[in-house]
């Protein structure tokens, strides 16, 4: 599989590549475990507009620190103090934008993915939300800042055919009710029909 190179993340245009980033493939090898999954949901977000944005205005602190690095990179960080969010960076050094990586399907290591979440059989509560994704494919914030585009990286993003519009939905991002205008900003893609997709999936524009 040919792994996504730093020029599809470093465009200016992050909306547009949380789009294309449906149906690439998230791989991860950690202690010789592999794991791999297709993306069926992303959220974009952008500094320095986006209210909702953890570097709104350009805020550049030890959190969002990751986020200002050329695109290529993980931002991962903690919410809640529990779950491990995987987002990509995206675009030039200093811009500030990522993608965050909500809902995978799985394909292979699934079994270790089991483990990982303590369940016994498969099924979409595995993998359907950015926190449990991140712990069924084993990513943590220790990873933070880690490239995404050595081919055997850690941490890698493999292409994958675009979906065709038609199997795309774009609506508004979850839980930033805070954000203001930036609320119903039709930044959330996922793929139309999938049953791996979070549950906030009938929310729509």
């Known amino acids: 599989m040919t ?4 020029g599809f993340y ?7 590549i ?5 149906g690439k493939v998230i791989i991860t090898e950690f202690n010789g475990l592999r794991t791999s999954a297709r993306i069926v949901e992303t959220e974009a977000y952008k500094a320095p507009e986006d209210k909702a944005c953890h570097a709104y205005l350009n805020r550049n ?8 690095l050329p695109g290529g ?4 960080y903690l919410c809640y103090g529990i779950h491990h969010l995987f987002n990509v960076v995206t675009g030039p050094e200093g811009a500030a934008h990522a993608v ?4 995978v399907e799985p394909i292979t290591g699934i079994e270790t993915m089991l483990q990982r979440r303590g369940l016994e059989k498969l099924k979409p509560q595995l993998s359907a939300g950015p926190g449990v994704m991140s712990k069924a494919l084993g ?13 055997a990286g850690l941490i890698r993003i493999a292409d994958a055919p675009d979906l065709a519009d038609s199997e795309i939905i774009a609506g508004p991002r979850v839980g930033i009710d805070y954000a203001e205008e930036c609320v119903d900003w039709p930044w959330r893609f996922y793929q139309r029909d999938s049953r791996w997709v979070s549950k906030t999936r009938k929310k729509k524009l």
């Open 100 to 103: 965050l990586i909500r809902a």
């Open 139 to 151: 990513i943590e914030k220790q990873y933070d800042a880690i490239s995404l585009t050595a081919p």
């Open 73 to 76: 990179v993980a931002y991962i």
């Open 18 to 22: 949380a789009k294309e980033l449906l």
């Open 10 to 16: 470093r465009r200016e245009d992050t909306v547009q």
């Open 3 to 6: 792994i996504l190179s730093a």
């Open 61 to 68: 602190t030890k959190r969002t620190s990751t986020m200002f």
